[in-house]
């Protein structure tokens, strides 16, 4: 998992990167806000606000009562059926 996330280290500022790795819980809460840094452009700023309003967790949250998982940008998407 962590060389899928080796590219998007690259497209972000070390200030972004040092914020995501010491501020977020689990690799997929990592890709997320790589990725979403890097899909809306965020600055420096804007990934702290929305890091310390729990984005991410409150996604995930709405995500699981809806039956879906979090894309890395954010979107929902179906859960495969079992």
Not at 19 to 45: A, P
Not at 70 to 77: P, W, Y
């Amino acid at each position: 998992m962590l060389l899928k996330l080796s590219p998007l280290v690259t497209e972000l500022s070390w200030s972004h990167n040092l914020m995501i790795v010491h501020q977020t819980d689990s690799v997929e809460e990592n890709e997320f806000y790589l990725k979403t840094c890097i899909t809306e452009r965020w600055s420096r700023r804007e990934l702290e606000r929305q890091i310390n309003a729990s984005l991410y967790e409150r996604l995930e949250a709405f995500a699981e009562g809806q039956g879906q998982n979090i894309l890395h940008n954010g979107r929902c998407i179906d859960l495969p059926n079992p």
